[in-house]
Structure formats: C-alpha cells, structure tokens
C-alpha cells in the first residue's frame, strides 16, 4: 500500500500532469481566433505564402501577416499575433514568426519557426524556436512512455519497471526490491494506466523558450520548457522535461529512442540513448551507449556503454567501459578504463547479473565474471587487472587484488581479499567523494545518502566483525573458513586488522550515538555511558554497543570520541602527502601540475573543526 501511496504522490505533483492540463484547453479554445480577412490573405500569398484552403488557418484577432514568409499551410493552423525579438543560437536576434517552412495542423504560440522541412500536428508555445529542422512531426495519441516498461538486470526480461517521465528512485527500488501484494501490483498498473490516459495528447510538444535548432528528425516527443537542443540527430517518442531553473541539454549528433530525460540533463557529442529513463542531472555525452536502463539522478557516463542496468545515484564512467545487467541501487561508485562489469553469458543463456555495493570502484582493465553480489560490501575497490570470478561478497571497504600462484593450499585462481582497507588506507577518497557528491547532488539526491555511517553500511560491518571472530586461527582463509569471503583467500595479519579496523569503525559510530543522546537532552548529563547505552534506539544499535568497549565517565568519552576523529582527520591528510610525495619523486614540476584543492581542504578542516565544537560544548557542559 506504501508503494501505491508513493505513486499518487508523484503523479499528483508530476510536471507532465499540469502541463498536460493546459495544453489541452489550449488546443480546445478556439474561441479567440478568427477568419484571415481577404486582404490578409492576399498579403500572406504576396510574401510567398501558400495555402490550399485559407479559411482552415485561424488567427489571434491583433493578427499582422508581415512576419510569415515563404512558408506552406496545411490543414488546421492558429497563429497568433507575432511580437518581439528572439535569440537563435549564436545570440543573433531574429523577429518572431514563420519563415520558409511548412506548417500543418499546428498551434503556433508566439515563437519562431524557421526553415523547418516539415512541422505537423505540434504545439510550439510562445518564445520557443524552431530552427533548420528537417522534421518535427507528431503522430496519433502520444503517451510518452508511460507505464511502459524496462527490463533490467539479468536479460531474460524477469526483472521489470514501469516507468513514466517523473518516476523517482524509490519507485523503482519498490518494483525490484519489495515486491507487493498481487492487488497492490493491480492497483499500481491502474493508476499508471489512469495517469497515460489522463495525460495523452494528440500532439506534440515544444515548450516555452524552448530551442530546437539544426536537428534533423524529432517525432513523437514533448520538449519541455527551455530545453536546448542543437545539432541533434533524431529524437523519437521521448519526453524531455526541463525548466528554467534546470535547463535540459541536448546536442551534437545525438540520438535518443524511447526515453524519458527528467530535468537538468545533459546528452552531447554522439551519445546514443534508447529505452531508458534519464533522471535529473545525469550526464551522458561522448559516444557513450545507455540501452534499456534507468540512470539515478548526477550520474555521468562518458564514452562508456550501459545496458539492461538499474544505476544509481553517483555513479561515475568517464572512459572506455562495459556495465550490463546491473542492479546498483546505492551508487555513488566509479568504473575505470576498459572496465569489464558484464561477464553475463555463461555459454547457455544470458541470464546473469550483478549487484554492486555503494561507493564500489571498479579499477582499470578488470573482468567482472556473473554471477556476482557485491551489495554487503559497499565501498569495496577491485584493483586494476583483476579478473573476479562469479561469487558472493560480504566485506565492506574490501579492496580485492590479485592473488599468489604460489601460496600453498590456496587455489591459483583465488584472488586475495583485504577486508576494511578502503576504511583504514584510503580515508583521503572516502572523504573526497564525501565532498565531490554533496557538491554534485546538491538539491536533488538527499545530502545523507553517501555515507559511510549509513545504516546499511552498519549492520553490514557489524556482521563482517562478527565472522571475523573464527575459532581456529590459519595463516590463510577461504570461504570455507569465513563465510562471505566469496572466491577470494584472506590472510591471517590481514584477519587481525581488519577485526582492529571493523572495531574502531564500530566505536566512532556508537560513541557519537551517546553524545547526540546528551546533546538532546542535558538532564542526561550525569548519566555513565553504560546507562547511556540502554537509552539507544533499536536492537542493531544495542546489540553493537555491548561489543564497543566504553570508558568509565561521559567526560572520558568524548575525549575518546575526539581522538577517533582527530586520527580520521589525520589519515586523510596523510593520504593525501604520500600521494603528492610520490609525484614530486617521479615528476620535478608536479606541484605547478597540481594545484591544491583548496575547496576541498577548507571543506575537511572545517567538518572537522565543527566535530572539535561540537565535542567541546558537551565537555562544557558536563562542567
């Protein structure tokens, strides 16, 4: 029922649904055009106008033939009384009105339509262009893929979304992940159905200041307001939403089928996207190939392909690479160059998929095999080269490397697993995306979604340390040993610090629980943070606070507390230096190479200042 509950919601505020609305009663008011006069007529044929029947051309009652030249009429027309100046691309200005091209069974608001090849059964609402077109035509009903649906995952089709123009993240998690009751499914379908209905129009769309220019083929679309869109190759049956605050760009060769692009969403320079869903801000240019997949709001995907996937926020692909049959609802992740995440067919069926964690990283020239599961370990790294085999995955911030043929009792195609590394090694990246994706998600994906203390991530490290306590200590492990280690082996030095690293991960996150506590409520003061801790919320919480080692007094605490965070701190900036020490050793001018990240800097030191603060008014108050 939650799941219904969300769908009304966002039909109810859809874009598609207003807009719809006001379409509709302008192409049903025809109340205030009128009958072109003879002498109107006559001036319009003088310009080199032409019509086989005047009288189905209707015009606003301030109607002036002067700005509509050369141009042909077919069918039902309503023009209205052209004023003013528009820019087309390049900022020229150029006066409202219809130049060299022919038009049928159109409603032209306002706008600028020039030399456009073929412009039949649109509504081109005022302020819009149409520039060197070679066709924009609409066709029947238009329904702009609503309700229709996209498989992803593996590519036998079972995993299906019903998707409209306005569909968000968790209407997409509730289709693949919670499953509902038979009528709850019923009742979904029905209102998408309702909704298609409610919002089909007999046209299409070009809206307010929207721009079309130097494109050949459009058909079957609705171009929000004040969408650019230049150079492009063909545009079919797709809904491009935009606005004037998150302006939606399209450019340079691009072909887009089938789809529907949300707000603020750039696809450039020989993109190719077909079946797909585009939500707000996603990048896609260079060449890059996104088919049959739904794309979380900030991704870019740059030359790579994408295919039968479900991405979610975040994720990054600028180079040469493969993902297909993803299901990655967390995102936040990276692919590098030559990335191979889509090892699906097994000689049989195409039938495999995978299941990446939050903030994975694919390194350069890796072969991900499929099946794989990686969603209990966000935050892992596969190191570059690596060839993964197909495996399930229960280590958060792993980094997977290659393994060695020559360790005894270990099988040579195991890679080796290290378990808490991203955690304890690379706090310098774990932090910089932190600042990159807050920066880059702002006002569209929820500022708590990347997070390395998210309750996922949480309970997933909680139940790493948990099989980590083994009973027979080895210098080597398998998963034979240690659930979850999928095909990878794990030392046993490797063993004892990631338990130091699960641990201290598990202390930061409780000891700043008690003092959240404390700082709601003063009267909790006096407490010791042994009564402290029956005062937490949830069986997860308590459960990981028994096994969090906690000091005597609420004052030894959040010092305790503050050292935790000053060594963070600490290590990012040391991960930092060693990075900038190595390239000042190999190249003499690195440092004018590489300018400090200045933002990124005041950003840390003043996330960490505000931690010190924070601390310091609770020691404060303790008195």
């Known amino acids: 029922m ?52 005047w009288s189905r051309v209707l015009v606003d009652a301030n109607f002036a033939p002067g700005r509509i030249r050369n141009s042909v009429f077919m069918g039902d027309v309503r023009l209205p009384a052209f004023y003013g100046t528009l820019l ?29 090849g073929m412009l039949c059964n649109v509504l081109v609402r005022n302020s819009a262009v149409v520039q060197n077109v070679g066709s924009l035509v609409s066709s029947g009903k238009i329904n702009y893929m609503i309700g229709s649906t996209i498989a992803v995952g593996n590519e036998m089709g079972a995993r299906k979304v019903r998707v409209f123009p306005d569909i968000t993240t968790d209407l997409v998690d509730v289709q693949l992940f919670h499953k509902g009751e038979p009528d709850v499914e019923a009742a979904f379908d029905e209102q998408l159905k309702l909704f298609r209905e409610e919002t089909a129009l007999p046209f299409g769309v070009v809206g307010k200041g929207a721009v079309v220019s130097n494109t050949n083929i459009v058909r079957n679309s609705w171009i929000g307001s004040h969408a650019r869109i230049e150079g492009a190759s063909k545009i079919r049956n797709t809904v491009i939403l935009s606005s004037l605050e998150e302006s939606t760009h399209i450019y340079d060769s ?30 896609v240019g260079s060449k890059a190939i996104v088919k049959s997949s739904i794309v979380a709001p900030c991704c870019h995907i740059e030359e790579g392909e994408v295919n039968s996937s479900y991405v979610g926020p975040l994720v990054q692909m600028h180079h040469h690479s493969l993902l297909i049959a993803a299901l990655w609802p967390e995102g936040c992740g990276n692919i590098g160059y030559g990335a191979n995440v889509g090892s699906n067919h097994t000689g049989r069926m195409p039938d495999q998929e995978i299941m990446p964690g939050q903030g994975m990283f694919f390194g350069l020239g890796v072969n991900i095999k499929f099946p794989a599961n990686y969603r209990e370990s966000p935050f892992t790294l596969v190191a570059s080269g690596v060839t993964t085999l197909p495996q399930r995955l229960k280590f958060p911030f792993s980094l997977i490397r290659p393994g060695d043929p020559q360790l005894m009792g270990v099988p040579a195609k195991l890679n080796e697993l290290v378990p808490a590394w991203n955690y304890t090694r690379n706090a310098y990246a774990m932090d910089r995306n932190l600042f990159k994706y807050s920066q880059r998600g702002k006002g569209c994906v929820p500022a708590s979604f990347f997070s390395i203390f998210n309750p996922d991530t949480v309970r997933q490290v909680y139940d790493a340390y948990n099989r980590l306590q083994v009973g027979q200590v080895r ?85 305790r507390f503050r050292i935790l965070e ?20 190999i190249f003499d001018d690195y440092d004018d190479a590489h300018p400090v990240d200045t933002a990124f800097l005041e ?18 108050n303790i008195g």
């Open 603 to 620: 950003w840390e030191k003043g996330r960490f200042e505000e931690t010190v603060k924070r601390l310091s008014n609770v020691l404060k």
């Open 475 to 559: 210098d080597v492990y398998t998963k034979e040993h240690i659930d979850g280690l999928g095909e990878n082996f794990m030392r046993e030095r490797v063993r004892q610090g990631a338990l130091t690293a699960y641990g201290e991960y598990l202390e930061r996150y409780v000891l700043d629980l008690l003092i959240t506590l404390v700082e709601a409520d003063d009267s909790l003061l006096k407490q010791t943070p042994r009564e402290l801790r029956k005062l937490l919320t949830g069986d997860l919480n308590r459960e990981i606070a028994r096994v969090v080692p906690l000091p005597e007094t609420l004052d030894e605490l959040v010092k």
């Open 566 to 585: 000053k060594n963070w701190f600490e290590n990012v900036f040391h991960g930092l230096d060693k990075d900038n020490e190595r390239g000042r050793a």
């Open 2 to 53: 939650q799941r219904l509950l969300k769908l009304k919601k966002v039909l109810k505020n859809s874009v598609l649904a207003s807009l719809s609305e006001s379409l509709k009663a302008a192409k049903a008011n025809g109340g205030k055009f009128r009958a072109l006069s003879g002498e109107e007529i006559s001036a319009l044929e003088k310009d080199g106008n032409r019509c086989e029947d």
């Open 88 to 116: 087309l691309p390049g900022d020229v200005s150029f006066p409202t009105g219809i130049y060299d091209s022919l038009v049928c069974n159109c409603i032209i608001e306002n706008a600028l339509v020039y030399k456009v």
């Open 254 to 283: 691009v072909i887009i089928e089938n789809t529907n692009v949300q707000m603020g969403v750039k696809v450039h320079t020989g993109a190719e996207v077909q079946g797909s869903v585009l939500m707000s801000r996603v990048r």
